[in-house]
């Protein structure tokens, strides 16, 4: 087993499978038939589909991306939710009777229905095999994290070796579950645009969603070094160099109101988690050796791969093979130009031009870090 590395894939919706393209780099740059490089898979949202599809072919990491790649580059929107008329219009109704205090309790509101996403992830993952890949010690844990609208916590649901135990505190927690799609369904569970979902007595929701710490849960786990793989162009070099611009601004539409809250939820967290890491670590070096030793529960080492390109340009020009119908939704949230719903539609373009340009790009990406990529599992026990 890898020695305690964690590889950490953040939600993002449809921006996951930029994810995929790091991966898949990293598979033929690794020997043919190694297993998984990673003793802790931390997800996140879509990010926890594709920690999960590692962790049930752990036994080959190579063929663990070969397979994610395949399912993204075929990915279609009816997949993952029903566009149909009938669908949106009645979670619109659901929403007014709800101020109302008329809706009904055992139903909950969102604008799509993503029942497809169950049936993608039955047909495509044995979670029978998580369970192999800890007793045959090539995966320590993995971590799906959802937030619960009962009690506001983040909650991580684990399955890990005996050794892992549960936490509490600080509004978020830790607990041993035996994982199935229910938690994936949570954990992807968008507010107002997919159903809350319910595991046990609790409903829950995007795990994003009052995630203060991405890093956290891997922290938990035991994790000593760190691969990150991002969904945003902010740590791009060309981002940093760009100069201010001062554009002309009209009131935000709702399209753009929701693609700021969605960055929010599933860029910005993890960008401060990085930037704080960073700056402590940085701090920890400078130090004597015999205070370093203090200070050991850190990760050693981070490593962070993030798109070199700003993933809403990219989908800006994917925007037309949206289904119609998602579209005429997002142009009455006040998206009046395709700039206004860019941001929000990143997350929602499920089709496959996008989804596979998103993976060309981060596959271009890892292959420029292939030198710090190999460097990072340089030695691992």
């Known amino acids: 087993m890898p020695n305690n590395n964690a590889l950490i894939l953040s939600g993002g919706g449809a921006r996951a499978a930029y994810q995929v393209g790091v991966l898949s780099a990293m598979g033929k740059m690794l020997p043919k038939n190694t297993p998984l490089p990673f ?55 659901k929403t007014l009777l709800s101020l109302f205090h008329l809706h009904n309790s055992d139903t909950s509101i969102a604008l799509m229905d993503n029942t497809p996403l169950k049936e993608l992830l039955t047909n495509h993952l044995d979670f029978s095999r998580i369970n192999t890949a800890i007793e045959n010690k090539q995966l320590k844990a993995l971590a799906i994290t959802a937030m619960s609208y009962s009690t506001g916590e983040s909650t991580t649901f684990f399955q890990g070796s005996q050794d892992l135990q549960p936490w509490k505190g600080n509004r978020r927690k830790g607990v041993i579950a035996d994982l199935g799609v229910d938690h994936l369904l949570a954990s992807s569970a968008i507010p107002t645009i997919f159903p809350a979902h319910k595991i046990q007595n609790h409903y829950y929701g995007d795990g994003a969603i ?76 400078d130090l004597p050796k015999e205070k370093r030793a203090n200070h050991q529960n850190l ?23 949206l289904p119609k119908k998602i579209r005429v939704l997002l142009k009455a949230a006040g998206g009046s130009t395709s700039e206004k719903t860019s941001s929000a539609a990143s997350y929602l373009l499920f089709t496959p031009q996008y989804c596979r340009a998103l993976i060309e790009l981060g ?19």
């Open 363 to 381: 596959h271009k990406d890892a292959m420029w870090e292939k030198d710090r990529i190999l460097a990072f599992f340089e030695n691992n026990g």
């Open 39 to 93: 003793s802790i898979l931390c997800g996140t949202s879509a990010g926890a589909l594709n920690a999960t599809m590692l962790a049930s072919h752990a036994n080959n990491f190579s063929k663990a991306v070969s397979t994610l790649a395949f399912v993204w580059r075929h990915l279609t929107p009816d997949q993952i939710y029903s566009v149909g008329r009938w669908p949106v219009a009645s979670s619109v109704t």
């Open 299 to 321: 990760p050693t080492e981070t490593l962070i791969i993030s798109p070199s390109e700003e993933l809403n340009e990219i989908a800006h020009h994917y925007l037309a093979t």
């Open 210 to 285: 009052r995630q203060k710490s991405a890093i956290y849960p891997a922290l938990k786990l035991g994790a000593e070094k760190l691969f990150i793989i991002g969904v945003s162009g902010n740590r791009s070099p060309k981002k940093w160099s760009a100069p201010d611009i001062d554009v002309e601004s009209s009131a935000p539409s709702m399209a753009q109101i929701l693609g700021q809250l969605l960055n929010s939820a599933f860029i910005d967290n993890l960008e401060d988690d990085i930037y704080q890491l960073e700056i402590m670590n940085n701090l920890i070096r």
